[in-house]
């Protein structure tokens, strides 16, 4: 295999480039995997290659036909990003990638790199809590607005949102998380990137489409594909796989993502080697782990569809049919994921006396591991979210999210079904 992206034109399968995508062996002495490059830095052959490479680097003038772009410093870029990078962009559709030292430090990133103050955010909702808070809190401080849309799958709704937003000013970004977390609500993806277009003729810039996958990652779901400008993922979470490490990837156009690098280099948000090896190795066994989660899932949330103590299960795989948001869910979707939500009877109190019983399922935030996570989404990864945010988004003191893994189903189940009698 090479590294260059475009590799996906010879028409491999995602799950063959998940295993060899971005990696020759022939260029690293013929180790079927890749090696680790433990190095902050990198030996110049001359001071004039030095020089050359600089210019190369920071856009002084643009590589001449042929020419070598040899690595200057581990925090600009490294074999291993290189590798990681190229894989991404493979599995989901892209010209190119780049990774940071985590989802949140991608998604501050990306933002950081599009957003001018005086703009505004148009987003689904609702938002991861970190999402929520960097855009409603740490942006407003620099005069950043955002508009939440009331119903991500109504045109209606989408375009009313919008209207409310270019009032407040340039429109540039519309973010979309779709599955939410952690209410699996669906945004239709093609629709806010046709109403982006209407933002961007009506304005004297481009509204950028970002989309938030981490819920299902490039298995499930394209947004490139559907016509999203960058496609974010938390790499930490079904990429990696084992809940062993921090990683974030954002894909999209060779220009889009040269912007969000340039950025990366000066907040110094870069993704270590070791880390880039580990999760490179983790993607080639992604689509299998998500399998058997998702059956896993699936049967999970047959059993508490019927238990006498859930009040509701927020499950994409259960939309009811001739909805828009199952309409949407097909078109879009090729699984269901393995992380949802429900709703117990009840409230905290509740909730936390059934978490404390669960002796298989552990009590932890994060999701897309080995292991079955759950958590009490208001006081954990909502804490921080005002309670009026939360709650419009359908986050209530009974939600639970749930993160389920690939252990035996029967155990999973009767956990669950112990758990739930203390209520």
Same mark, same amino acid.
């Given at each position: ?51 050359d ?27 291993n ?6 894989r ?80 407040l ?24 990137v046709?109403? #982006? ?27 490139? #594909? ?44 870069h ?18 782990r ?16 019927g ?5 509701s ?13 199952a ?33 298989v ?63």
């Amino acid at each position: 295999m090479t590294t260059d992206p475009k590799d996906n034109q010879r028409g491999f399968a995602r799950e063959t480039n998940a295993v060899g995508g971005g990696y020759d062996a022939h260029a690293h002495g013929g180790s079927v995997k890749p090696p680790v490059f433990m190095t902050s830095t990198f030996v110049y052959p001359s001071a004039q290659a030095a020089k050359d490479v600089h210019e190369v680097f920071f856009g002084t003038r643009p590589a001449r036909p042929g020419e070598a772009q040899p690595y200057i410093y581990s925090r600009l870029g490294h074999p291993n990003l290189s590798i990681l990078e190229a894989r991404l962009a493979l599995l989901d559709g892209a010209e190119a990638a780049a990774c940071c030292n985590s989802g949140m430090s991608t998604i501050s990133t990306v933002l950081q790199t599009l957003l001018q103050p005086g703009d505004v955010v148009l987003h689904s909702r609702p938002l991861y809590g970190g999402t929520d808070l960097l855009i409603n809190t740490h942006l407003h401080r620099f005069g950043v607005k955002a508009v939440a849309i009331g119903d991500a799958v109504d045109p209606a709704s989408v375009r009313h949102a919008a209207e409310e937003a270019m009032r407040l000013g340039p429109v540039g970004v519309v973010m979309i998380e779709s599955p939410a977390n952690p209410t699996s609500a669906i945004a239709d993806i093609a629709l806010a990137v046709e109403v #982006a277009k209407e933002i961007s003729a009506r304005q004297d810039r481009k509204a950028v489409v970002v989309v938030d996958n981490t819920f299902l990652g490039p298995f499930q779901q394209n947004p490139i #594909a559907l016509g999203a400008d960058l496609c974010i993922t938390s790499l930490t979470k079904y990429a990696g796989g084992h809940s062993d490490l921090l990683a974030g990837g954002v894909s999209g156009s060779a220009e889009l993502v040269g912007r969000v690098k340039q950025l990366r280099t000066f907040l110094g948000s870069h993704l270590d080697p070791y880390t880039c090896w580990l999760v490179t190795r983790s993607l080639e066994t992604m689509h299998i782990r998500t399998e058997r989660a998702g059956s896993n899932a699936r049967a999970i949330a047959e059993f508490l569809r019927g238990h006498p103590k859930v009040k509701s299960i927020l499950y994409v795989g259960f939309l009811e049919e001739g909805t828009k948001a199952a309409e949407v869910f097909a078109r879009q979707c090729r699984g269901a994921g393995s992380t949802f939500s429900f709703r117990i009877k009840g409230g905290e109190a509740e909730a936390f006396r059934m978490l404390d019983r669960l002796r298989v399922i552990r009590m932890a935030v994060s999701l897309g591991g080995t292991e079955t996570l759950i958590c009490h989404s208001a006081s954990t990864t909502h804490y921080a979210v005002p309670r009026e945010r939360r709650e419009a988004g359908g986050i209530d003191d009974g939600t639970l999210r749930m993160s389920v893994g690939i252990e035996h189903i029967d155990d999973l189940i009767a956990d669950l079904a112990q758990a739930l009698d203390a209520i």
